[in-house]
């Protein structure tokens, strides 16, 4: 019949059951022969409503297939968004003179302030905000390892009753984490979590919905997006501003593509927008800006006048309850990747920079040229590194995906990873080689018609 229950476990069993300690011994071993058993260790059973294993592994696994079978191919990947290009000169000679500064006595550094060192967040402030009339104090900013990281681990401050809303499609760390959490129910048949307010994003509002007409509390917004590479105007970003500071929500902003905004008129930060600083977490990353994606660094701003609330209405500094889960749970970047990473807002370093997003973004331009001359229904490409193309003839994205790979040895992202409304949708990322770009777009070209 199994083991004998722990004491608490029959403590509990005796007020469930409203029964005396000395009778709960008759009814155990019924307990025990249906299964019903809490001497041990339990697992967080949120995990197991997730619908399947993360997107990009998924990919992964598929084209090792794939590669295994056909070893003579010669894969080129358009999926993942890692860069190729080498860290700039600027970056990498900070790097080499601050490891070379961690071997001298008197120059070595152990620990940092989690928070990050004061010459990278005064570098941030100068020249990601104050540059663009932004004001932002030293203690608003968290230099961290990633903004995957902070962007899943920002909803373990926040409430889990809590509702949650994403635009869709959407990066699925957003909504990964907070099933993990316990904030959502199962998913349905088509990949919706319950507890979850889905906004699709469709080419009918270029890809960037309205506020939803029911009260939200926590709020994901990508700009420019990935994965559809959509931008959100200031009076689209002023009407969730708003919408947030009547509904007392919070917006979770992430920005790691800004640098890749080429049009004048597109803000690169929320807080461009008056009254943002109230409501508005923002996620910035070098990894993809500076090509930082192995060597990790990015950055989070929480306004000192950002709010949320106990169960009770008492308004709560959201800026210490951070800073208290950041320095609990992270020991800060590396004191040579911080010095790498303030290496670009030097000059040398802003202009090796603008190369690197150049090279990428006319890697974008010109899968964008080539898939539209194709007579692919294409968007994005022009203020962000992705391309987010219609599968032809309504063909699924998954099977769009195989097609690819298999066909024409490219591998690209389907859009049903990234929810339901990418269902029927494809991403290209810029961020390979170029003449690998120019193979692929070549390899495509040759497709059988679907």
Avoid at 345 to 361: A, E, I, P, S
Wanted: proline share 6%; charged share 20%; net charge negative.
């Amino acid at each position: 019949m199994g083991g004998a229950f722990p004491p608490k476990a029959q403590r509990c069993f005796c007020i469930i059951l409203d029964m005396e300690p000395s009778e709960i011994n008759f009814v155990l071993p019924f307990f025990h022969y249906f299964g019903i058993c809490t001497d041990m260790i339990t697992i967080n059973e949120n995990y197991m409503k997730l619908k399947a294993g993360y997107l990009f592994p998924e990919i992964a696994r598929r084209t090792s297939d794939f590669h295994q079978k056909n070893p003579q191919a010669r894969i080129i990947r358009l999926g993942i968004g890692d860069v190729t290009l080498p860290l700039p000169i600027a970056v990498v000679e900070a790097f080499h003179r601050a490891v070379d500064e961690m071997a001298d006595k008197a120059t070595f550094r152990g620990y940092g302030p989690e928070q990050g060192y004061d010459f990278l967040i005064q570098a941030v402030i100068e020249n990601a905000y104050k540059s663009r009339g932004v004001g932002i104090t030293p203690d608003e900013v968290f230099i961290s390892d990633g903004s995957k990281c902070d962007t899943g681990n920002i909803q373990e401050i926040f409430g889990l009753d809590n509702t949650i809303a994403v635009t869709d499609p959407v990066y699925p760390v957003y909504v990964d984490t907070n099933v993990m959490a316990g904030r959502t129910g199962d998913a349905d048949e088509r990949g919706c979590y319950e507890g979850i307010v889905y906004l699709p994003c469709t080419p009918e509002n270029n890809f960037a919905p309205a506020p939803p007409k029911e009260q939200v509390d926590l709020i994901y917004l990508c700009y420019p997006n990935n994965p559809t590479g959509a931008v959100a105007t200031k009076e689209a970003l002023r009407q969730w501003v708003d919408y947030a500071r009547a509904n007392k929500a919070v917006i979770l902003f992430d920005a790691a593509y800004e640098a890749f905004i080429t049009e004048p008129e597109i803000p690169h930060s929320i807080y461009e927008i008056e009254g943002a600083k109230e409501v508005a977490i923002e996620f910035r990353s070098f990894s993809k800006t500076a090509g930082f994606t192995g060597t990790r660094c990015a950055f989070t701003v929480v306004p000192r006048e950002l709010r949320a609330y106990t169960a009770a209405g008492r308004a709560v500094e959201v800026n210490p309850v951070w800073n208290r889960r950041h320095t609990t749970k992270f020991n800060g970047v590396s004191y040579p990747v911080q010095a790498a990473a303030a290496a670009t807002y030097t000059n040398d370093g802003k202009k090796q920079v603008r190369q690197l997003v150049g090279y990428y973004m006319e890697n974008a331009r010109l899968i964008r040229t080539s898939l539209s001359e194709l007579g692919y229904n294409v968007y994005g490409g022009v203020n962000a590194p992705y391309i987010w193309l219609q599968t032809p003839n309504g063909i699924g994205s998954w099977d769009f995906f195989d097609k690819l790979l298999t066909e024409a040895n490219v591998v690209g992202t389907p859009g049903a990873g990234f929810g339901p409304a990418g269902e029927g949708f494809f991403r290209l990322s810029a961020f390979g080689d170029r003449e690998n770009v120019q193979t692929a777009m070549d390899r495509i070209e040759k497709l059988v018609t679907f």
